[in-house]
């Protein structure tokens, strides 16, 4: 777990703390046993402020193992109630940045989509129309440059659906570039896609002050290749 020390804070206090996920970090352990960003930080609260014994670190979202950007976990047991409060109320707004392969046929447009998962493939199939145990998706983007054929998108998703952007972009013909199971042709070099968490915005659980938690852009190609 020597990686910890190469993980950025965001932010932190008593109750939560932010970290910055590097692209290809799993957020909580799996079957393949590698490290997770749950356990690197836990790590690295423990040195960084000094703790015995066991730290307690509560996982409030996840992002997906290709993904970069803003992750928060709780420090409290209180904190982890009041933020899974937050995120099923939908309080917690959300922006991401998106590179996809193909210009959208708006420039800017909400996406409304019903998402249901196939846990065999690991993947989710995307609808129009409603069917057995699928979930109301729904995102904004919009465009905001294009360079040697790609494009760059804000999105801000309503819903926390798995794979929704993924998806929902993948469905009309946007695909993130290196995003294999949603329709993009080939990997990037090292197998993360462009789809990046730029910023948690949302209430304080404890002292219900306004929070805006940031993370810059990866500036690995094809993102250096965009203006900041």
């Known amino acids: 777990m020597a990686r910890f020390n190469n993980i950025k ?17 799993i957020v909580q352990g799996d079957k393949t046993g590698d490290d997770s960003l749950l356990e690197i930080t836990r790590a690295l609260v423990k040195k960084k402020f000094n703790k ?45 940045v998106a590179i996809v392969g193909n210009r959208p046929k708006e420039f800017n447009a909400m996406l409304k989509h019903f998402i249901s998962k196939d846990s065999k493939k690991n993947r989710v199939n995307t609808s129009k129309k409603k069917t057995t145990g699928a979930k109301e998706g729904i995102l904004e983007y ?39 199971k949603y329709g993009y042709p080939h990997p990037t070099e090292n197998k993360s896609i462009c789809l990046h968490c730029r910023s948690l915005s949302f209430i304080h659980p404890v002292s219900q002050e306004p ?6 852009r990866p500036n690995t190609i094809p993102w250096s290749l965009f203006p900041k």
Request: one cysteine or more; glycine letters at 6%.
């Open 9 to 25: 804070i965001l932010y932190s206090d008593n109750h939560l703390i932010a970290v910055s996920k590097p692209a290809n970090i």
């Open 52 to 96: 015995p014994g066991n730290v307690f670190l509560g996982l409030v979202h996840r992002l997906d193992r290709p993904v970069s950007g803003v992750v928060v976990f709780a420090r409290t047991s209180k904190a982890l109630a009041r933020m899974n409060r937050l995120f099923a109320e939908r309080k917690v707004k959300k922006h991401y």
């Open 142 to 180: 919009k465009m905001r440059a294009e360079v040697s054929g790609k494009v760059m998108l804000d999105v801000y998703p309503r819903t926390g659906r798995p794979h929704q952007i993924r998806a929902q972009l993948g469905y009309i013909n946007c695909p993130i570039v290196g995003d294999l």
């Open 211 to 216: 929070i805006k938690i940031k993370d810059a």
